[in-house]
Nanobody
Framework: QVHLVESGGGLVQAGGSLRVSCVAS????????MGWFRQAPGKARELVAV????????YTAQSVKGRFTISRDNAKNTVSLQMNSLEHEDTAIYYC???????????????WGQGTQVTVSS
C-alpha cells in the first residue's frame, strides 16, 4: 500500500506558475507509473499528465501541453507537476495517483492523494 500526499497548491494570477508535488510513503514508487489528475468545480476528474516509472516516457493532456511538465525524483519518492502560463480554467483540485489510467472515460488509480487546491485568478 502507498500513501500519497500532495502539496504546493495555492492562489496565483493568470500567467503565473506553480509547482505541485506528491510525496509517496509506504513503498517505493520507482517501478510505478504516476499521474496527475484534476477536478474543477462541477466537472469530472480528468487526467492531466503521466510519467513512467523510470521517467523516460511522459504523457500530457492536450489542454495543458506546452504549459505543464511532469517529472519525478525516485530517490525522494516524489512526483511533481510544473505548471506555467496558468489560466483561470486550470483552477481545480489536483490529485496524484499511482498507476493512473482512464477506463471507459473514467479516471482510475490504484491509490490517490487527498489533493491540493490550485486557484488561478483572472
Amino acid at each position: 500500500q502507498v500513501h500519497l500526499v500532495e502539496s504546493g497548491g495555492g492562489l496565483v494570477q493568470a500567467g503565473g506558475s506553480l509547482r505541485v508535488s506528491c510525496v509517496a510513503s509506504g513503498r517505493t514508487i520507482s517501478r510505478s507509473s504516476m499521474g496527475w489528475f484534476r477536478q474543477a468545480p462541477g466537472k469530472a476528474r480528468e487526467l492531466v499528465a503521466v510519467i513512467s516509472g523510470g521517467g523516460a516516457t511522459t504523457y500530457t493532456a492536450q489542454s495543458v501541453k506546452g504549459r505543464f511538465t511532469i517529472s519525478r525524483d525516485n530517490a525522494k519518492n516524489t512526483v511533481s507537476l510544473q505548471m506555467n502560463s496558468l489560466e483561470h480554467e486550470d483552477t481545480a483540485i489536483y490529485y496524484c495517483g499511482d498507476e493512473p489510467m482512464v477506463v471507459e472515460g473514467l479516471p482510475k488509480a490504484d491509490y490517490w492523494g487527498q489533493g491540493t487546491q490550485v486557484t488561478v485568478s483572472s
